[in-house]
């Protein structure tokens, strides 16, 4: 049974690119969210797909923007990156029910903007 | 914003100690549930509460679910080796219950003498 995949593991990036990060949901879920994991800190939500569609948004800038494809898996893209968008990003998939909450999580993204 | 409060940030203690640590939001939460992450690994579900006044167990792991909704508390008795890591406490609000966005603490490190 594969759990959550994300790639690439690791990467650098300068100010002001843009990068797109993957993710594979665990076998048999439907729904992705996305957190952000500053060093040292707990994950924030950035946002969650469903349907292939955005249901709800965390406190980020528009320049976080994301995709779910009809095969359940997702896509984070962060547009124009500033140095405080370094961080681990973190996916999580999940099943809609009472059991929303409970997130099966990936090792994570790691960005690093230079 | 929601926001948790989790102490304490950091526990040093000796194999074989219990362990206890606690969350707290200035906020209602419908569901609280508790993490371990790993180094260079993401989070890994522990426990799940979904009751006011839930005590739930995982093996050496217990947790409960405070009565004003506010809190939670995680208990690890008999500590080995392998329960280092960080522990984060995550709740729901009542409107994210659904869409599945949980708010972090930012953990509590765990170091295990032997």
């Known amino acids: 049974d594969a759990g959550v995949t994300q790639s690439p593991t690791h990467l650098i990036k ?17 729904t992705v969210s996305w957190y952000q994991q500053a060093l040292g800190q707990g994950p924030q939500f950035i946002f969650q797909y469903y349907e292939e569609e955005e249901r709800q948004r965390g406190n980020f800038p528009d320049r976080f923007s994301g995709h779910q494809f009809p095969n359940y898996s997702s896509e984070l893209n962060v547009n124009a990156l500033l140095l405080g968008d ?14 929303a909450g409970e997130l099966f999580f990936g090792e994570g993204s790691r960005l690093t903007v230079l | 914003g929601q926001q948790l409060n989790q102490s304490p940030q950091s526990m040093f203690i000796q194999e074989g ?9 200035s906020s209602i939460f ?21 009751k006011a006044g839930e005590l ?6 217990t947790a409960q679910f405070g009565i004003t909704r506010k809190d939670s508390f995680l208990n690890i008795s008999a ?20 869409a599945g966005k949980s708010t972090f603490g930012d953990g509590t490190t765990l170091t295990v003498k032997p």
């Open chain 2, 17 to 25: 100690e219990d362990v206890s640590m606690n969350c707290t939001s």
């Open chain 1, 14 to 30: 300068t100010r002001g690119q843009q990068v797109t990060l993957r993710c594979s949901p665990k076998s048999g879920h439907d």
């Open chain 2, 56 to 61: 739930t167990s995982n093996g050496r792991l």
């Open chain 1, 86 to 99: 370094s961080a681990l990003y973190l996916c999580a998939s999940s099943l809609q029910g009472v059991s």
């Open chain 2, 79 to 98: 500590s080995i080796p392998s329960d280092v890591g960080i522990y984060f406490c995550a709740g729901q609000g009542v409107r994210d219950t659904n």
């Open chain 2, 30 to 50: 419908n569901t609280w549930l508790w993490y371990k992450q790993d180094p260079g690994e993401g989070p890994v579900l522990l426990i799940a509460l979904y």
